[in-house]
């Protein structure tokens, strides 16, 4: 989660930082009717969009980013690299909630528990993702055709 909401190595231990301040001094209101996990992350969630969104008004700059070519037919850890490098790109354009939405379902997360930590219905989440998933292929295929 730091790496997605704070692509400035330097600032990632301070938002790292935050996040556990956070938990701390938020833990007396834990509700035990949810799962530790789930409050975990949705405290976590939100400290790294308000300090996103802190460090996008301070800066008013995009990092940048190394243009790459991905070739799926190649099959080379290069390719791979890039690959992933151009998937971590299109998620860091995408809205704050797609955004998390694809860090919680690229980590493996159930439906359910993704809609409990971001607070909308699990047929909203079904519906998110495929149209993200549609998103970034587009990406993809628009950027492999420049």
């Known amino acids: 989660m730091v790496n997605t909401y704070c692509p400035r190595p330097d600032e990632r231990e301070d938002l790292a930082q935050e996040i556990m301040l956070q938990l701390w001094q938020a833990f007396d209101k834990y ?9 975990m992350y949705r405290v976590a969630l939100n400290v790294a969009i308000s300090f996103y969104r802190k460090s996008q008004t301070r800066q008013h700059l995009r990092i940048p980013v190394q243009e ?7 099959e080379s ?4 690299e890039q690959q992933l490098a151009l998937l971590d790109r299109f998620i860091q354009e995408l809205k704050e909630l797609d955004k998390a939405l694809m860090l ?3 980590e493996q997360k159930g439906q359910q528990e993704i809609a409990d930590i971001l607070g909308i219905s699990v047929s909203n ?3 998110k993702i495929a149209r993200i998933k549609d998103k970034l ?8 055709d420049s």
């Open 68 to 74: 790459t070519t991905a070739h799926p037919a190649e």
């Open 125 to 127: 989440v079904s519906t």
């Open 104 to 106: 919680l379902y690229l």
């Open 137 to 144: 292929k587009q990406r993809f295929l628009t950027h492999n």
């Open 77 to 80: 850890p290069e390719s791979h």
């Open 31 to 39: 509700d035990a009717k949810y799962k530790i996990s789930t409050w």
